[in-house]
């Protein structure tokens, strides 16, 4: 299995990248409707909200650049004595998938959390849908905002891992290919 290259300038974009292109024009839109009456949410929040943007754009940044899936790594599985390997991508794949999972579910939760009050704020005002409406896009924003996040950490432990196994087995001596008399 050939090692996945950085994307190049030629190459069309996946569906990923253009679900992370929308989830940063979403993520700025909400910030740019911060400083007018169509505000979704509370002002009190709007630094939480500069960093979820802030994050998710370096997020996008690193994810979309290719770090991690370096062309070195024919050379080094060279060291190991054989050229085919299907040990490391399905793992560093999981692990940024799964991070995405968590960071998703914990940015839901954290925004979902500290702003319930849109939706309390919005029945009092006798406008409980808009209050709703409100409450969901916060959530989302912290859902998206946390998926680009949590995958980011995924691909940063699964490179990470993955340096640390290839050091560990050539360490140990596993990496010498073995002659047969």
Not at 2 to 28: E, G, H, K, N, Y
Request: proline share 3%.
């Amino acid at each position: 299995m050939p090692d996945r290259l950085p994307p190049s300038r030629s190459s069309r974009p996946t569906a990923a990248q253009w679900l992370m292109f929308a989830v940063l024009i979403f993520l700025v839109t909400v910030l740019a409707l911060q400083d007018t009456t169509h505000a979704v949410i509370m002002a009190k929040h709007t630094t939480a909200l500069w960093v979820s943007v802030v994050s998710a754009l370096a997020g996008v940044i690193l994810l979309r650049s290719g770090w991690g899936r370096s062309e070195a790594r024919t050379e080094k599985q060279l060291e190991f004595g054989t050229l085919q390997n299907s040990f490391y991508q399905p793992r560093r794949d999981a692990l940024t998938q799964g991070a995405a999972v968590c960071g998703g579910v914990a940015g839901a939760l954290w925004w979902g959390v500290s702003s319930w009050m849109l939706m309390f704020a919005g029945m009092r005002r006798h406008q409980a849908t808009r209050g709703l409406w409100d409450f969901e896009i916060s959530v989302l924003v912290g859902a998206l905002a946390g998926a680009v996040v949590g995958a980011t950490l995924g691909l940063i432990a699964g490179h990470v891992w993955e340096q640390r196994h290839r050091r560990d087995r050539r360490d140990q001596g596993l990496a010498k290919p073995e002659t047969r008399e």
